[in-house]
Structure formats: structure tokens, C-alpha cells
């Protein structure tokens, strides 16, 4: 366990699409899975419509199935990202949506020992991205593949079918900054407090 209080940047990027779908966020130790759920599905802009789950070190969080008693999958309610990483650099899997399976690459980048409480009141933070998030249920990286071939390719014979249907409410290439921060701000999580610390620490870059 680390001695201090510390914050974890995430490079959040989702597996098998091209050109890469990713997010860099900043959160803090105290986070449970079930918060970064809901952070993650704000800033890659996903509306939680589905089920999920975090595999870390072999283990399943998430939603246990309470009509399956032997459902092996933990309560992301009940741990947070730094109890079960203690500053190390673990794996993680997210997956949203078990039937499209989008699955995610959470990588840690950075632990960042905190100074103040005073850090915690801006996290969790989203610092930067690249391309938007596939629309729900368009049947997983396949579909999405399709789907945008078709929205940008005029001669595709579902161009006009797939462009009614978005109106042009969908960029795949669009992302904004501001406005996935604004999904984090909605959320209103709770701020996690934590000891002053007079020391000045250094930044463990992992990457």
C-alpha cells in the first residue's frame, strides 16, 4: 500500500477499432470500479446502457447477477482502484455492452503522490482524446466498421440509409475536449478526502 494518497493517469483506448478511439483521464486512488465505470463511460461517451466489467489480476468487477448465486463477478461498489492496484501498474480490462463486447485497454501511465486535498476537488479530470465513441448498439467493432464506411462513403449502398437515420449527429472523428469533462462534472461523484501533506513528491511515470 502506498504510504501517501495518490492519483492515476489512464490511457483509456478502446481494442480492435482503426483509427484509434482513446482518452487520457486523471483520477483518484479512492475511486471505486463502479465510479470509474461511470467515468469511463462519460468521457469516451458511452450512455450506460449496458452491463460491465473490470478484469484486474485475474479477477471479474462489476454487477453481480443475484439470479446466479455462483456468479464469481465481485461488487465494483465495494473496492477502489487503489486498493487493488497499491501504485502498481497492473492490466485492466473494461468491457462495456456483453453483446456488442466492446472491449477496453485501460493502461496505467503515471502515479502521482497528492499534496493537498485540495488536488482531489478537480479530479477526476479528462486531459486530452482523439475520435468519437461508437453510437450504441451497432453491433460491436464489426458494425461500427460498416457503420462508418457507410456514413463516408457516398457511393456505399447504405450511405443514405445510414445518414437518415444520424443526420449528420454523428462525426466519427469529432471529439471535444469541454464537453467530456462536462459528462465527468455531471456526474457529481463524491470527493474523496484525504491527510495534508506538507512534502513535496515526484510524479512515477510507467510508461
Not at 123 to 149: H, I, T, W, Y
Not at 159 to 182: N, R
Request: charged share 20%; proline share 9%.
Amino acid at each position: 500500500m502506498p504510504k501517501s494518497r495518490c492519483s492515476y493517469q489512464l490511457h483509456i483506448q478502446l481494442c480492435d477499432i482503426k483509427p484509434a478511439i482513446w482518452r487520457r483521464v486523471i483520477v483518484a486512488d479512492a475511486i471505486t470500479l463502479a465510479q470509474l465505470h461511470r467515468t469511463i463511460q462519460a468521457v469516451m461517451g458511452w450512455e450506460n446502457r449496458h452491463r460491465y466489467a473490470f478484469d484486474i489480476a485475474g479477477q471479474r468487477y462489476g454487477t453481480p447477477d443475484a439470479d446466479w448465486p455462483e456468479d464469481p463477478t465481485m461488487d465494483a461498489r465495494r473496492y477502489s482502484l487503489g486498493q487493488l492496484l497499491q501504485g502498481e501498474p497492473l492490466p485492466i480490462r473494461y468491457t462495456y455492452d456483453f453483446g456488442d463486447a466492446w472491449l477496453h485497454r485501460v493502461k496505467i501511465e503515471a502515479v502521482t503522490p497528492l499534496g493537498s486535498p485540495q488536488v482531489l476537488e478537480s479530479l477526476p479530470l479528462c486531459m486530452g482524446g482523439r475520435n468519437a465513441c461508437p453510437p450504441e448498439d451497432c453491433g460491436g467493432a464489426p458494425g461500427f466498421a460498416d457503420l462508418v464506411q457507410a456514413l463516408e462513403d457516398p457511393s456505399h449502398p447504405q450511405h443514405q440509409e445510414i445518414t437518415a437515420v444520424y443526420q449528420g449527429a454523428y462525426q466519427p472523428k469529432q471529439f471535444d475536449l469541454a464537453t467530456a469533462q462536462a459528462r465527468i462534472a455531471a456526474l457529481k461523484l463524491p470527493r474523496a478526502t484525504t491527510p495534508a501533506a506538507s512534502s513535496v513528491h515526484k510524479e512515477t511515470t510507467l510508461v
